[in-house]
């Protein structure tokens, strides 16, 4: 298997930084290593096993570092799971199984069974959300609702790499610039924070994804049952927002969306946006 990291100190870097901030992480959050077809895969989680269970998929050239505060904040009523995506810069595996096979929901599939999540509300975000609906429509019996932000995989593919590219070619300075485009307005809020650090470190040592993300088909979406909530920007660089919205409305059974005017990529925090749908979404099952 081919590295994801352009060098073995690179490797290095990232884990080390990646290790730094998993030790400022409350105690109550448990590391967790499962072992998987696809290799070791490493799970934050944390709240009482016998809670209704939140599954936590990040994006691209990211880590489950990214849900810190919201491991913290749903697990005084949930059990949730923040699971570092296999071929992603964490501690899962470094596996890259096409997008285009069914080799990632079944890795999913594995985890979840490890970790006795035998249902779930998915969140995912970017190549999480496409990870999500993968999952869900391979699996849409282990699916208790999704929660999509700023999700790939149903606007066709922005030509991301033409533009993005330069900019990684001029160092950290490009780097920097590149990511304040991607997050877009709200990003604001991250800049010069160690997280903000942290993720503009890995393009540094890190090979992006160069496989386009399939883009589900209407039939796909139609067959979602589940409850469905979109989280998006409306000046997010990576998706078509109107495109994501209109097939989304027009495919999914159960829909609701919150569209941010001012937003790009990032979303700020959602947390009371996601609860709410969570609420939503136990509620109806407890009383079926």
Known sequence: MTSIYKSAKGREIVQQQYDALLAQLSGDIEHIYVDTAQGSSFVLAAGKPSSPTIVFL???????ITWANDLSYFSKQFRVFAVDIIGEAGKSAESRPTLHSDANAEWLKEVLDKLNASKAVVVGLSLGGWFALDFSNH???RVSGLVLMSPGG???????????????????????KAYQKILGPLGRELEDTELSRFLQLIPKHVNPRTEDLPIFTDAQLAAISCPVLL??????????????????????????EVYLENAGHYLGNQSAQIERFLQKVYIAESSV
């Open 58 to 64: 990040h994006g691209s050239l990211s880590n489950s």
């Open 139 to 141: 699996f849409p019996e």
């Open 154 to 176: 149903i606007s066709k593919n922005r030509d991301v790499v033409s533009w993005i590219l330069p900019y990684f070619l001029l160092g950290p300075w490009g780097i920097k």
């Open 231 to 256: 989280l998006l920007g409306a000046k997010d660089v990576m998706v078509y927002p109107e495109e994501v919205r209109s097939r989304l409305q027009e495919n999914l059974q159960a829909y609701d």
